[in-house]
């Protein structure tokens, strides 16, 4: 398909697919709960956190995420004490166990009382066209805290080749303008041009059959070989493109 024809393509299907009434099958629904930005924020990254697996299954582990958190995300986060994080322990998804969710609960509130958020954080170190080096960066003060080591898996590092898709998921979710009704737009720190495509098995096979992507492997050099494609259909917001390729491979299964 030729670009022309193929920007023409994915524009149709990104408004097709950019829309509220899909918030009811994603798990963008759980911090679209909340009003204050930092509420949002803390919902959004621990919901993007276990984002793998069956979408309902995220949606209802979230949920359960934010009882445990007295749905008050950012008043528990930075308030709670040892005792009353000790209920995190019950907590489950897949690989994500209670000590992580206390673990990534204590990072959030060392990210939030010694660098100003996260927002400040990830534009402090977003130098170039891209934001994965800030990331890695981002990632390793949240680890200052004292942890196990089982729970870093959990904060993907593309230093380290990692996709990253939750965390650019996450990203998306708060630097895209809230114009569709679907991301936040509530960092405006950061630029749409900075963000990267959360590369995962659906929107990667959809961009592989497009031509927009030649490696086989869902990894960083995917990623970084998206961007390029995705860049030059859209400069100044690449990654709405995003909407396009989940959408064709979740809900149309395109080959």
């Known amino acids: 398909m030729k670009t022309i024809a193929l920007k023409t393509f994915l524009d149709a299907k990104t408004l097709q697919y950019q829309r509220p009434e899909f918030l009811s099958s994603d798990p963008i629904q759980i911090p679209h709960r909340f009003h204050e930005k930092s509420d949002i924020e803390i919902a959004a990254f621990l919901t993007a956190t276990i984002a793998w697996g069956n979408r309902l299954s995220i949606i209802r582990s979230a949920n359960r995420m934010m009882e445990l958190l007295e749905q008050a995300p950012h008043d528990f986060v930075m308030s709670a004490s040892e005792e009353e994080l000790e209920p995190l322990q019950g907590f489950v998804h897949r690989t994500f166990n ?13 990210i939030y009382s010694n660098y100003g958020g996260m927002e400040s954080l990830f534009a402090k170190y977003a130098h170039g066209e891209d934001l994965q080096g800030a990331i890695t960066k981002v990632r390793g003060h949240f680890f200052e805290i004292p942890h196990l080591q089982r729970s870093e898996k959990h904060f993907s590092n593309p230093a380290k080749g990692s996709a990253a898709k939750r965390i650019n998921m996450f990203l998306r979710w708060m630097v895209r303008p809230s114009d569709s009704g679907v991301d936040f737009g509530l960092w405006t720190q950061l630029q749409p041009s900075q963000l990267s495509c959360p590369l995962d098995v659906h929107s990667g096979k959809v961009a592989r059959a497009l031509g927009l992507l030649s490696r086989k492997q869902n990894d960083a050099r995917a990623v ?17 493109y995003d909407f396009a390729l989940f959408g064709l491979g979740v809900f149309e299964r395109f080959q």
Not at 98 to 110: A, C, Q, S, W, Y
């Open 98 to 110: 209670g000590l992580d969710f206390i673990t990534f609960v204590k990072g959030l509130r060392h």
């Open 224 to 240: 970084a070989e998206l961007d390029k494609a995705l860049r030059k259909l859209d400069p100044g917001d690449p990654v709405k």
